[in-house]
């Protein structure tokens, strides 16, 4: 069932996945700064590949290569915002 929820609980869910694929042990408990970039995360090519695969489950989208850049998997709020037009909504 494809996920739904608001803004808000869009922005929530991309920055606790994340947090979770964040390849850094000392990564803060606290969810990431929503402008903030990834690579501040912690997020590594590696970790990106995890977090693209979560967003496609959660979210029931699938990225098209188009949306695999940099630009897109800048921020929280890139991340976001490429998921809600994913879902037609942006």
Known sequence: MPYRGSVDEIMRSVAEAVRHHS?????????????????????????????????????????????LTRETFHSVRTVAEA???LRGEG
């Open 23 to 67: 390849a850094r042990a000392d990564a803060p408990a606290s969810l990431p700064d929503a402008d903030a970039p990834l690579k501040e995360a912690g997020l590594d090519s590696l970790a990106l590949v995890g977090l693209l695969s979560h967003l496609e489950e959660h979210f029931a989208v699938f990225f098209p290569d188009r949306m």
């Open 83 to 85: 998921v809600r037009e």
